[in-house]
């Protein structure tokens, strides 16, 4: 079953306005910070309003971020969030047009280069940065025999055990949570 926070994208347009570096990371800030003006996205990723306010459009345009009106403080003040939790795509989906589907394979190896980036970083951390997580942060894999149907099937359960733990109500017992970036990957493959 489809999950309602996380939009089915089926237009190269939608998947031309994800394929930019900033925009992308403008998302993730969204998704892990919640609703945010034009200042707060700039100080996060280190950016020009200007910059930022340029590639918001841009999302805004393919429907991916909208205006939060209720949330300012007065009529100068523009909040953004996103559209859904989460997006994905189909490259097959794309396969008739040429130009759309090299679309779509650039929103693939950006989306790629973006998670193997974060995971680079945190291997560049600190020693004292990692020591705080202790054991937390974690690394598998693994090889599986399986049938196309079984790969869907296995993808289907790690995408239900993420959004169960994304998802959950946020315990109020006083311990700090940070953001935490998790990805896998299940593609056919040879050793």
């Keep these: 079953m489809p999950n309602p926070n996380v939009r089915q994208v089926t237009d190269s347009l939608v998947l031309a306005a994800l394929a930019h570096p900033l925009r992308r990371r403008l998302m993730d800030v969204l998704k892990v910070h919640g609703p945010s003006t034009v ?3 700039a100080e996060r990723t ?3 309003s200007a910059n930022v306010s340029h590639h918001l459009k841009v999302l805004a345009t393919a429907e991916l971020v909208t205006e939060a009106p209720e949330l300012a403080r007065d009529r100068r003040e523009r909040w953004w969030q996103l559209q859904s939790r989460g ?3 189909s490259n097959a989906d794309f396969d008739a047009d040429p130009a759309a589907r090299a679309v779509a394979d650039a929103a693939t190896s950006l989306n790629l280069d973006r998670q193997v980036a974060l995971a680079r970083a945190w291997h560049a951390a600190t020693d004292e940065a990692q020591a705080a997580w202790s054991d937390g942060p974690f690394s598998t894999d ?5 049938t196309p149907d079984e790969l869907a099937e296995l993808g289907r359960e790690v995408i239900d055990l993420l959004a169960r733990w994304g998802d959950r ?3 109020d017992d006083g311990r700090r949570r940070e953001p935490v970036f998790l990805f ?4 056919p493959a040879q050793p």
């Design 39 to 41: 200042g707060l996205l």
């Design 46 to 48: 280190g950016q020009a």
């Design 169 to 171: 109500e946020v315990p």
């Design 184 to 187: 896998a990957y299940g593609v």
């Design 87 to 89: 997006v994905r795509w």
């Design 142 to 146: 693994r090889w599986l025999h399986l």
